[in-house]
């Protein structure tokens, strides 16, 4: 037992130490000026007190529980049959058969009850000794304690002490996660410096049937919704859905177990049913490119209603102003949504500023509103996607079958637009339909060609 070597070697300090050499031995001769300190009386105290823990376990209390669900069995059982007999009686009273069996019955419950019995009377008296035994405990450890002139138990006693402040240190430690506030354009991440390879990569419960959906987080969840997902795939022409699919984890996401649905509308496509893969949840409320409008839709997840506000009237919608790259475009593509630290935005084109790209805060208010709107000089067709951090909006353009390069910038804050980045992200098909950020894990969460996503960005 270590604890007993430290309790030796702790206890022996104040000796006397006397030194002599006899040939070429060196000896050491302890003289101990204090008694030996009763070791093997703490042991004992030790031993006995992990005896007394063991013997009142919660295995005897199951047993009378054991008993006691027994007996009350017998009586209910007893009680019925009685009350049958008595149904039954034709005026003898109960036949001798039946009062034979009753006797048995009684029989048993006898049994049960002298078993009930032995169980509690070993029980009370195990409490009896146990008793006993603390007190016999207690004893010893006084007199142990006056013992103690290096203050042994005091220090341990200390120990424990500071053990417990630990643990306790550690569990504030653990539970104060980065839940950081922080406000738009100052969000202490730093510049984004690369994008890791993927983190998460599935297909969902529909394989391969659609390839053109969206998948995420809401990024600004009600309280107990943080770690439900949402995925809506465009069930109708590659460009249209009516319902938006929430999971409670990551996990149930990808198996496909326990969805819920929510439905926007019986059918599709109708007025105010989802239009392109670009959207996102905030606050329990969808936002999305209404049905063939220039219109951004707000749906509340809760009272299911649809509220819009108008983009310009100049805005492109059904194709006009898509992503797309040399080979291909991406239909229904004109509107992307986006969240960040700060809130939602809508990335679009307008004819005004010759097709390039035009981003607006949306205000999540009922109805939404739009709030602040920045003019860019980059082209949306030449754009795959875009997505927004700490205010700043990044573009995407396809480099080859494996590689969409992170190429542009537009920082909201100072109007800076940068056209050279050069951040690779590996990808796992050739289409990225669907990009955007969940400020909550700093993670991209990517739709492309059937397949959900995840890539960590790196500040
Ligand atoms: C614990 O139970 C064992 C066996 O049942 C018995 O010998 C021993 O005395 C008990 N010890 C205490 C402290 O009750
Ligand atoms: C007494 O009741 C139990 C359960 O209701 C039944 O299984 C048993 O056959 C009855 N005994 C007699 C003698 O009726
Ligand atoms: C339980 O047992 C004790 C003796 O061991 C006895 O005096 C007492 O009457 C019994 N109680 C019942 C309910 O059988
Ligand atoms: C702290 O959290 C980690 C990971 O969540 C866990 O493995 C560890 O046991 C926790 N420590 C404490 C003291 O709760
Ligand atoms: C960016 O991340 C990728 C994937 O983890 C890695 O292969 C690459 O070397 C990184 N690039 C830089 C410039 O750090
Ligand atoms: C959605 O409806 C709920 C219940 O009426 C309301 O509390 C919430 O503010 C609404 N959300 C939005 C974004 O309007």
Known sequence: MSQSNIFTLMVVIP???????????CVCELQNSDPAFPENKLNNIEFTATQCTENITSEKMTEIDRLVLGLQHRIRQLLENVSMLEREDNGNLYAAVSLRIIELEFAEIQDLLDKLNR??????????????????????MTELENFDHTQVMVKQRENQRIKR?????????????PALTLSPGHCGLGRMVNVSGPKTYSLTVYGTSYSFGAWGRDANPALGDENKYWLVV???????????????????TILGIGPTDTYISSSNPTTNTIQGPNMVMYANAFYYNCYNTYYVCQFNM??????????PSDTGYNNKFPFAHLGTTYSYTDMDFATDESGVFVIYATTSNFGNVVISKVGTSNPPVLSQ???????????????????VLYATRYL??????????????????????????KKMQTNIKYMNYDP???????????????YEIMF
């Open 302 to 311: 809760t009272t299911r209603s649809v509220s819009t506000v108008a983009l």
């Open 373 to 391: 709107t920045w003019l860019t000089s980059l082209h949306k067709k030449t754009v795959t996607n875009t997505f927004m951090v700490c205010g």
């Open 440 to 454: 909550r894990d700093h993670l991209l969460y990517v739709y492309s060609d059937s397949y959900i996503v995840t």
């Open 165 to 177: 402040d630990l643990e306790r240190c550690k569990e504030e430690l653990n539970s104060t996660s």
């Open 234 to 252: 465009l069930s109708s022409s590659n460009a249209y859905g009516n319902f938006i699919r929430q999971y409670n984890s990551l996990s149930t």
């Open 119 to 140: 169980t509690t009377d070993s029980y009370q008296q195990q409490s009896l000794q146990t008793a006993a035994e603390l007190q016999d405990m207690e004893e010893t």
């Open 400 to 425: 080859d079958k494996e590689i969409e390069e992170i190429f542009y910038s537009y920082d909201t804050k100072t109007n800076e637009e940068r056209y050279d980045l050069r951040i690779h992200i």
């Open 15 to 25: 000796l006397m130490f006397s030194q002599s050499a006899k040939g070429k031995d």
